[in-house]
């Protein structure tokens, strides 16, 4: 006779304030529907997913951590970070092309070395995680390797990370530069050993338009319909220079976004970092596509590139995410770039509220990836990527959150004031991928 053994089921309750979103909240509206705090909660977590939050205390069959009076949300998704620009986060001095020249394409080019893209992944990968950020879309190199290097740390760490061998034929140095034949063959072998393995997926990652020929352009477009699942990513109207140097390069474009549009690079899954300079065309072409813009307010106020109109693009009805484009970018901590996403709105007089601000980099993020039925809020059956804060640290913090009124007016000051410092832990799929030390 033969007996088996089912494995009993991994339960994980954590208790705490807990803070998510149902929806979109409005952009001014303080007191909105679309919030669910449930302070002093437990989540309930099994084998990985979220299966229900309640105020009583779990029985003895599920594994408990207090974490009373400490803030509990789901964990960021940063739609646009460069990997390799760790490496030269915080450079002085230039605005983007130069800086791209001086700065950023000398630390790519040494990711051609594989061992050199692993250690570069393993480090970035722990770094997101250190700083609450759970889930990303990721730039590696032109290298084949640092795409790798990127999925398996990743995949060995249970991350949902979406990147892609980048595309760079022409206007770049020696090193950095394929060809349109090995790019594709390079793409294609990746997709096939990556997309949809674990929570890995593959996205057609076009640097910009001026670094790809018409022809890489095109190819990469076919990439795109030959299989819909398939991410896409790029920039796009970051800079004014930039802007007009793609004018001259595509004459018979309509605009810098309409060079992608014309080799079907718009659409639902379709990740465009900055969109400062777009016009009204722009703006409805980019809500009829389906594609999302990552606003990355930290790298345009660094490079000095602009202010992006994140009213306009509610008004025209396409979707905005929050992104931290490190290393134009200078913090990985995603409230230091909502933070500077306040002042951005703020200088074009509207007043980014912290609801806006959070649902951007967690449920309206995940969203906006046709991912809101895996990750971004605490709705059952999602994968449980979790983070734990504390509301305060040191006495001007401590003092700020002491005197706060409402909700709002807490978590507002929260996202001001407190940065990577502030994390406890961070979960992945219900596992502890970050811990803060006992002595921090």
Same mark, same amino acid.
């Given at each position: 006779?033969?007996?088996?053994?089912?494995?009993p089921k991994q339960r994980?309750?954590?208790?705490?304030?807990?803070l998510?979103?149902?929806?979109?909240?409005?952009w001014?509206?303080l007191d909105?529907?679309?919030v669910?705090?449930q302070?002093d909660?437990w989540?309930?977590? =099994?084998d990985?997913?979220?299966v229900?939050? $309640?105020a009583a205390?779990?029985?003895?069959s /599920?594994?408990r =951590?207090?974490?009373?009076g400490?803030l509990?949300?789901?964990?960021?998704i940063?739609t646009?970070v460069?990997c390799p620009q760790?490496?030269?986060i915080?450079s002085y001095?230039?605005e983007?092309l130069?800086?791209?020249?001086?700065?950023?394409?000398?630390?790519?080019c040494?990711y051609a070395d594989?061992?050199?893209?692993?250690a570069g992944?393993?480090?970035f990968?722990?770094a997101?995680l250190?700083?609450?950020?759970t889930?990303a879309v990721?730039?590696?190199t032109v290298?084949k390797?640092?795409a790798?290097?990127l999925?398996?740390?990743?995949?060995a760490?249970g991350m949902?990370?979406?990147t892609?061998k980048v595309l760079?034929?022409r206007?770049?140095?020696d090193?950095?530069r394929?060809?349109?034949?090995g790019?594709?063959?390079?793409?294609?072998?990746?997709? $096939?050993?990556f997309?949809?393995?674990?929570?890995?997926a593959?996205?057609?990652?076009?640097r910009?338009?001026?670094?790809?020929t018409p022809?890489q352009?095109a190819?990469?477009?076919a990439?795109?319909?030959a299989?819909?699942s398939?991410?896409?990513?790029t920039?796009?109207?970051?800079?004014?220079s930039?802007v007009?140097w793609?004018?001259r390069?595509?004459p018979?474009a309509?605009?810098?976004?309409?060079?992608?549009a014309?080799?079907?690079l718009?659409h639902?899954?379709?990740?465009l970092?900055?969109?400062?300079?777009l016009?009204?065309d722009?703006?409805? $072409?980019?809500?009829a596509s389906g594609a999302?813009?990552?606003?990355c307010?930290?790298?345009?106020l660094?490079?000095?590139? @602009?202010?992006?109109? /994140?009213p306009a693009?509610?008004?025209?009805?396409?979707?905005?995410?929050a992104?931290?484009d490190?290393?134009? @970018?200078?913090s990985?901590?995603?409230?230091?770039?909502?933070?500077?996403?306040?002042k951005?709105?703020?200088?074009a007089?509207?007043?980014?509220s912290a609801?806006?601000?959070?649902?951007?980099?967690?449920?309206?993020?995940?969203?906006?990836?046709g991912?809101g039925g895996?990750?971004?809020?605490f709705?059952?059956?999602?994968?449980?990527?979790?983070c734990v /804060?504390d509301?305060?640290?040191?006495?001007?913090?401590?003092?700020r959150?002491?005197?706060a009124?409402e909700?709002?007016?807490k978590?507002?000051? /929260?996202m001001i004031?407190?940065?990577?410092?502030n994390?406890?832990?961070s979960?992945v799929?219900?596992k502890?991928q970050f811990?803060r030390r006992p002595?921090?």
């Amino acid at each position: 006779m033969t007996t088996t053994t089912t494995n009993p089921k991994q339960r994980l309750a954590l208790r705490g304030d807990l803070l998510d979103f149902t929806s979109m909240p409005g952009w001014a509206q303080l007191d909105s529907p679309a919030v669910r705090f449930q302070p002093d909660h437990w989540l309930l977590i =099994e084998d990985g997913r979220i299966v229900g939050t $309640q105020a009583a205390a779990p029985d003895a069959s /599920w594994d408990r =951590e207090d974490h009373s009076g400490k803030l509990i949300l789901p964990g960021f998704i940063d739609t646009h970070v460069h990997c390799p620009q760790l490496d030269v986060i915080a450079s002085y001095g230039t605005e983007l092309l130069d800086w791209l020249n001086t700065y950023t394409f000398p630390a790519e080019c040494r990711y051609a070395d594989p061992a050199v893209a692993r250690a570069g992944a393993e480090r970035f990968v722990d770094a997101l995680l250190a700083h609450g950020t759970t889930a990303a879309v990721v730039f590696p190199t032109v290298h084949k390797t640092s795409a790798e290097a990127l999925f398996e740390a990743a995949a060995a760490r249970g991350m949902r990370l979406v990147t892609g061998k980048v595309l760079m034929d022409r206007h770049a140095p020696d090193g950095l530069r394929d060809d349109v034949a090995g790019a594709e063959r390079d793409c294609i072998d990746l997709i $096939q050993r990556f997309h949809g393995r674990d929570r890995l997926a593959y996205a057609v990652t076009v640097r910009f338009a001026p670094t790809s020929t018409p022809e890489q352009l095109a190819m990469a477009g076919a990439l795109c319909r030959a299989d819909a699942s398939l991410f896409m990513q790029t920039h796009v109207a970051e800079n004014r220079s930039e802007v007009e140097w793609v004018a001259r390069l595509f004459p018979d474009a309509r605009s810098y976004l309409d060079v992608y549009a014309r080799e079907g690079l718009l659409h639902p899954r379709a990740v465009l970092a900055h969109g400062i300079w777009l016009d009204e065309d722009d703006r409805r $072409q980019l809500a009829a596509s389906g594609a999302q813009v990552a606003f990355c307010p930290s790298s345009n106020l660094f490079l000095g590139s @602009g202010l992006f109109d /994140w009213p306009a693009a509610r008004a025209a009805g396409f979707r905005v995410s929050a992104a931290s484009d490190v290393g134009g @970018g200078t913090s990985l901590s995603m409230q230091r770039n909502l933070l500077d996403g306040y002042k951005v709105q703020a200088m074009a007089g509207h007043r980014l509220s912290a609801w806006a601000a959070l649902h951007a980099a967690t449920r309206g993020a995940a969203e906006a990836l046709g991912l809101g039925g895996e990750i971004g809020s605490f709705d059952a059956g999602r994968l449980a990527d979790v983070c734990v /804060w504390d509301w305060a640290r040191g006495p001007v913090a401590e003092a700020r959150h002491a005197v706060a009124r409402e909700l709002h007016e807490k978590v507002f000051a /929260w996202m001001i004031l407190s940065d990577e410092r502030n994390l406890l832990a961070s979960y992945v799929a219900g596992k502890p991928q970050f811990r803060r030390r006992p002595d921090r």
